[in-house]
Nanobody
């Protein structure tokens, strides 16, 4: 069983930083891909960053150079360091995990088997 729990969201001003964490509190270790998605009101869920089982990382164009995804395999924790935040980054952020490596596009929702409940990020101008 995999249970993903996000934390670290909050309210910041534009230009600020936040670090999101995603811990697996379940009994099954995650051995595949992991990713961060976000969804703003009235918009579709979109991929923000992904990391494959071998450590390869992928980013949405809108966050390249500002966000960094990483994972602590020993403790089964996924991170998203977000710097230079913009109001457009405001959304609910979700952690996701797959039991295999990426078979297609890292940002495809179908790549992931498990999802967390989300943590809210609000960036004010």
């Amino acid at each position: 069983e995999v249970q993903l729990v996000e934390s670290g969201g909050g309210s910041v001003q534009a230009g600020g930083s936040l670090r999101l964490s995603c811990a697996n509190s379940g009994s099954t270790a995650i051995s595949g891909c992991m990713g961060w998605f976000r969804q703003a009101p009235g918009k579709e869920r979109e991929g923000v960053a992904g990391i494959d089982y071998d450590g390869s990382t992928y980013y949405a164009d809108s966050v390249k150079g500002r966000f960094a995804i990483s994972k602590d395999d020993a403790n089964n924790v996924l991170y998203l360091q977000m710097n230079n935040l913009e109001p457009e980054d405001s959304a609910m952020y979700y952690c996701a995990a797959g039991m295999g490596g990426y078979g297609g596009t890292w940002s495809g929702i179908y790549e992931y088997n498990y999802w967390g409940q989300g943590t809210q990020v609000t960036v004010s101008s």
